[in-house]
């Protein structure tokens, strides 16, 4: 399974259909590149990404949870 793909996962637990779109900005706006060339060095700028734009809108609680669910990815 592309690394894309099971971050998409992760986020679906919380984001629904609304996580494709969530990663594709924070890949665009913050590491310059597609979804579909992350690696797994990519995962620490992703989760710090991610926990910051999720806490906007999901709270404290579920950014850590994701955080550490993409940091977990290889």
Known sequence: ?????????ILAEDMGPSATLFLERQCKFHLNKDP???TASDMGELSKWVYTGAKLTLGDGIADKLKTKILAVK
């Open 1 to 9: 399974m592309a690394i894309s793909d099971q971050i998409i996962k």
């Open 36 to 38: 579909g060339a992350l």
